[in-house]
């Protein structure tokens, strides 16, 4: 007989006279050390880890990544951008998310917590550009949804102070939307073009909001603002005059009136007034609320 054939001689009694466990003891005695490796384990302290983002996949790899399957590749770049805690100051994990989540919107445009996250999110931390491109996307794909345009408009006043861009989201919006929240929208949107560059543009735009408006309390309230801008028309004309016969820009509004360019201020209805900005165009004042 070989030596391996006595060997294994040998393992096959030592098998057969090791006792053998129930397999219900087995399993008793594996729970029981498991419950003592967390037992032990529990009060130790752990490290903490910040929820960061280092890495993007261009999209034919994230789509090969998921199988071929585009929606599960949208689905896995949500997850990434909603795993980021609350903590996180990263400002690379902050250009990542933004990355992941226009990622998303290319591959699953309607997917409704990926344009969310995005509005919530990424034009905060200084990545407007990204969010209104996955806004716009949600927009187009979601003709349905007022919230991506009514994103899209805030986003535009408030982060670019595109004033007039702003108006026309804010009015997509109301057709997508019953009463009152379309009368509100387009009030929103009244405002909006008030504030932009072109008070001709504004008055133009704030007509044709009247007649889409079928409240008769808010009608009020836009020929006001009609009335302001044309006042506002004014102001820069006499003051385009007075550049050019005095050679510098007025400092204050009463300079106009003293020059004999204007009889009176215009009257503004809603009591807010103007005011010169530092190059000394005649701009609408804001009220407290900056409205």
Do not use: C
Not at 43 to 55: G, T
Not at 222 to 247: C, M, N, P, S
């Amino acid at each position: 007989m070989g030596a391996n054939m006595r060997f294994q001689a040998f393992a096959h009694r030592s098998v057969q006279g090791f006792p053998r466990l129930p397999l219900w003891l087995g399993a008793l005695v594996a729970l029981l050390l498991y419950a003592l490796a967390v037992w032990h384990l529990a009060p130790l302290p752990r490290p903490e880890q910040e929820d960061v983002l280092r890495v993007r996949l261009p999209l034919l790899l994230q789509v090969f990544q998921a199988g071929g399957d585009r929606y599960l590749a949208a689905d896995l770049n949500v997850i990434r951008s909603a795993t980021v805690g609350g903590s996180v100051t990263d400002g690379e994990t902050y250009r990542i998310q933004a990355a992941i989540q226009l990622d998303a919107a290319r591959l699953n445009p309607r997917h409704e917590d990926n344009y969310y996250i995005a509005a919530a999110i990424v034009p905060w931390q200084g990545y407007v550009a990204e969010a209104q491109d996955i806004l716009r996307l949600a927009s187009d794909a979601r003709p349905w949804d007022m919230m991506p345009p009514f994103f899209y408009a805030f986003n535009a006043a408030y982060f670019e102070h595109a004033y007039d861009e702003a108006g026309q989201w804010a009015e997509k919006a109301a057709q997508r939307v019953g009463e009152p929240n379309a009368t509100a929208l387009r009030t929103m949107a009244a405002k909006w073009y008030e504030r932009g560059d072109d008070p001709d543009q504004a008055i133009e735009m704030i007509e044709r909001i009247k007649q889409l408006n079928l409240d008769a309390k808010v009608l009020p309230l836009l020929d006001a603002r009609i009335q302001r801008l044309q006042g506002l028309k004014v102001l820069r004309e006499a003051a385009a005059r007075f550049q050019a016969r005095y050679g510098h820009s007025p400092t204050r509004l009463q300079d106009l009136l003293d020059a004999g360019l204007l009889p009176a201020l215009p009257p503004d209805p809603l009591r807010i007034g103007y005011v010169l900005d530092a190059q000394g165009v005649p701009q609408l004042a804001l009220s407290r609320n900056g409205q």
